[in-house]
């Protein structure tokens, strides 16, 4: 059932989360080079497990991927440093119970989804490493992601995200340059919370519905521009990944339901990835989608409620 939204404001790993904001040199070497698509909806379509990717799938009727290894669309090339069989498979997400966001100016700021359904939810930060594994990895785990990016951190390959987006990533907003936003005035903030959407919006074809602070650090006056410029909930986190390793907030060392789990685009990428899908498979949770969980945020129509009227126009 919808649950009531609840403010948490755990700093115990801050330290850890974004520590890794120093620019490091991209590794991709590779770009698709293909067209950005204007596509409005998460991109799931080319999912190779459809099932994992559409809760309302009835599992009676489709084979369960939870008792088969991991497989790559053919052409994409073998994996480097990891194996299919590392990649932990899981039973479909439930049909997703969306919670009811609280009324007023101000965005609701979400560390948890207030669900007791066994799902968690995967999200990535910044996108300073692109690392050629991270496509690869996406379409052999078939599950949905959320990628909060910074816009200069990214602009060197915007196509690299767009792939992604191919297998299971829906892109949201993590400002333009990275900066610290509680304290600041109103027009930092507005340019770096609302132009720094727009700016995705343009580059990948939908804009971001959901906003992450930088460092997870917010004041009144963030949560009210992200409003005002059709950002629908901002998100902190419950646990951290980094170097493989996980980190928790909370005494119970474990992914509790609607937990929302936070790694970056960093070396480590594949160690990371896989100990985050191996966190959740532990718990007995399934990765869900977190638009599907914020009213007006998920597929398949985001679109139909926003982008609002100022930046309908981008494109
Ligand atoms: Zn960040």
């Known amino acids: 059932m919808p649950g009531v939204i609840t403010v948490s404001r755990r700093r115990l790993v ?14 991709a070497g590779w770009s698709t080079g293909r067209a950005l698509r204007p596509s409005a909806a998460p991109s799931v379509s080319a999912a190779p497990d459809p099932a994992v990717l559409m809760p309302s799938v009835d599992p009676a009727l489709s084979p369960s991927p939870a008792s088969t290894e991991a497989t790559l669309p053919a052409g994409m090339g073998a994996p480097v440093g990891w194996k299919l069989s590392d990649v932990p498979r899981f039973p479909p997400a439930p049909p997703p119970e969306p919670i009811t966001l609280p009324p007023g100016d101000e965005a609701p700021f979400l560390s948890r989804i207030p669900v007791t359904q066994p799902v968690a939810f995967l999200t990535i930060d910044d996108g300073f490493l692109k690392n050629p594994e991270a496509v690869k990895l996406f379409a052999a785990a078939g599950i949905p992601v959320t990628l909060f990016l910074t816009t200069d951190a990214i602009q060197d390959d915007v196509p690299f995200f767009n ?90 060392k474990r992914v ?51 982008p609002p009227a100022h930046v309908r126009d981008l494109g």
């Open 14 to 27: 801050l330290g850890a989360a974004c520590a890794a904001l120093v620019v490091v040199p991209t590794v």
């Open 163 to 252: 792939r992604l987006r191919d297998y299971g990533a829906v892109i949201e907003a993590h400002t333009i340059s990275h900066p610290e936003l509680a304290g600041r005035g109103y027009d930092f903030q507005r340019r770096q919370i609302c132009d720094g959407a727009d700016r995705l919006g343009q580059w990948y074809g939908r804009r971001p519905v959901l906003f992450r602070p930088p460092f997870g650090d917010k004041d009144h006056t963030t949560l009210r521009i992200a409003k005002e410029c059709g950002l629908r909930a901002v998100f902190m986190w419950k646990e951290t990944v980094d170097k493989g390793i996980v980190r928790y907030q909370e005494q119970l």
């Open 256 to 306: 509790q339901p609607g937990d929302i789990i936070l790694m970056h685009f960093r070396p480590a990428f594949v160690q990371d990835f896989l100990a985050a899908l191996r966190a959740i498979h532990r718990a007995g949770l399934t990765p869900a989608l977190l638009e599907d969980y914020v009213p007006g945020a998920g597929s398949p129509a985001p679109s139909v409620h926003f």
